[in-house]
Nanobody, 121 residues
Framework: HVQLVESGGGLVQPGGSLRLSCAASGYTDYMAWFRQTPGQEREGVASIYTHDGGTWYADSVKGRFTISIDKAKNTLFLQMGSLDPEDTAMYYC??????????????????WGQGTQVTVS
């Protein structure tokens, strides 16, 4: 069983930066950040393969967001830059305990955090 606890959300001005953190317990193969706005499906933002650090990004955040992991502390990060009001969403940390060819697809993840709100305004 994996437990995930996010932190770091908040209010930021357009063009600003924010870093999200997700403390994890337990074994994982992939960890990722998803985001969701009211009435919309959850969108995969960035994913990382915890064993070799391979990463994947949604086109909408490439070059602006960076996903990383501190394996010693089992903590996932999302460094967000050049933030835009369209980045406003609830951001969720997710973990998968199996291999996948679709690391940005919601259904591939079996553990989820509670979410942290990011508002760009």
């Amino acid at each position: 069983h994996v437990q995930l606890v996010e932190s770091g959300g908040g209010l930021v001005q357009p063009g600003g930066s924010l870093r999200l953190s997700c403390a994890a317990s337990g074994y994982t193969d992939y960890m990722a950040w998803f985001r969701q706005t009211p009435g919309q499906e959850r969108e995969g933002v960035a994913s990382i393969y915890t064993h070799d650090g391979g990463t994947w990004y949604a086109d909408s955040v490439k070059g602006r967001f960076t996903i990383s992991i501190d394996k010693a502390k089992n903590t996932l990060f999302l460094q967000m830059g050049s933030l835009d009001p369209e980045d406003t969403a609830m951001y969720y940390c997710a973990a998968a305990t199996r291999l996948t060819w679709r690391p940005l697809v919601e259904s591939e993840y079996n553990y989820w955090g509670q979410g942290t709100q990011v508002t760009v305004s």
